[in-house]
């Protein structure tokens, strides 16, 4: 049986781990920093990496790993980039390595700001945005978006994020003012426009941001699987107002648009872009991540083995058009629960056990 290698990842990646032990055709080997991870109670083997090791030396440290325990497929996560690079050292070794692009490719997706300039707008429509690096620039982004023919007074607003960064981290919806009402009601991703004038004075210069028009649509996530630029499968899932559920469509336009942006960027594995309507029912375009989502559970219940398809993709045991189609039309929930942790076995004798770093390099 095929063993695929999961390095350090997101949560989202024990998910991945306990659909590939439900399915049967693949064992799993997992490792992580932090031995309490699920990723490791998940995997059928799971060893730990060493803690705060990154760059170059934890490529080598995954080199050696991959040499030692010889599994047909890696699917990578911590440093991507940087394995990327050196795909050639990893499948000279015998084993496919999967990530979603080459390293140029990665670094422009990681930069909101470069992929939004580059991006062809037939796939989809993107909405008006600038870039703001100060207070000055900040507020002549300000004026650049209110004077742009799609920005309706009293109605288009504004919003902030980092030019790089995951998940929502620093995403503010700009607001005239902030009330009580808003603040007991827990609205966190809003800020006045006092606050941020403030916040942006404070500093002479930071790290590029996004000012953007905000969409009030309807916001999807869309979770594909690919294999060197052809698109096998994608879930389109609405996110539902006030959180929990979420709906699995049927949109034949937007797994168009999954195909083409896959061919676009050559991608391959698993990732995930972003969309959001407009005021005409539009999705437009807000980003493409270049990993697992968070909330790829809700799309694997749609029937989708995203990690067992990429294997079987980048072992040449499927074809992209043979790939199962996932099911549509569902409304979908997560279901969290406790477990009881017990310290990760390891594959070597005697490796101390060592704690998660703060972040994915």
Not at 64 to 76: A, I, K, N, Q
Not at 217 to 231: I, K, P, T
């Amino acid at each position: 049986m095929p063993t695929i290698y999961f390095n350090k990842n997101f949560s989202v990646t024990s998910a991945q781990l306990e659909q590939l032990r439900l399915s049967g055709q693949f064992a799993t080997l997992a490792s992580h920093s932090d031995p309490t991870s699920a990723m490791l109670g998940a995997a059928d083997r799971a060893l730990t990496e060493p803690r705060g090791l990154l760059g170059a030396p934890y490529v080598d440290w995954l080199l050696g790993t991959v040499r030692r325990e010889r599994p047909e497929v890696f699917l990578v996560g911590k440093e991507a980039g940087r394995v990327a690079e050196r795909r050639a050292e990893f499948e000279a070794l015998g084993t496919r390595v999967i990530v979603v692009a080459d390293a140029p490719t990665l670094r422009l997706l990681d930069r909101k700001n470069e992929f939004l300039s580059g991006w062809d707008a037939d796939i989809l429509p993107i909405p008006a945005w600038t870039t703001f690096h100060d207070a000055a620039s900040f507020e002549a982004g300000i004026e650049r978006l209110r004077s742009h023919p799609s920005f309706v007074p009293g109605s288009t607003r504004l919003c902030i994020k980092p030019a790089r960064g995951i998940y929502a981290a620093g995403f503010r919806v700009l607001t005239e003012g902030r009330s009580l009402k808003s603040f007991l009601r827990g609205e966190l991703y809003q800020m006045s426009l006092e606050e941020a004038r403030r916040m942006f004075g404070l500093e002479e210069t930071f790290p590029t941001m996004l000012l953007m028009h905000t969409l009030e649509g309807a916001e999807r996530s869309v979770d594909c699987v690919a294999w060197r630029g052809e698109l096998a499968a994608a879930v389109v899932r609405r996110k539902l107002p006030d959180g929990g559920p979420q709906y699995i469509e049927d949109r034949p336009d937007l797994l168009e648009a999954a195909r083409r942006l896959t061919r676009a960027y050559q991608l391959s594995g698993i990732f995930n872009f972003q969309t959001k309507d407009d005021a005409h029912r539009q999705p437009n375009m807000l980003e493409i991540n270049a990993r697992a989502s968070g909330g790829l559970r809700y799309s694997m219940a749609a029937g989708t083995d995203f990690a067992g398809l990429a294997a079987a993709l980048s072992l040449g045991l499927l074809r992209a058009q043979d790939a199962p189609k996932p099911r549509t039309d569902l409304h979908v929930n997560e279901v969290k629960q406790a477990q009881v942790l017990q310290a990760a076995a390891t594959l070597e004798d005697g490796p101390e056990l060592l704690d998660e770093e703060d972040a994915l390099a």
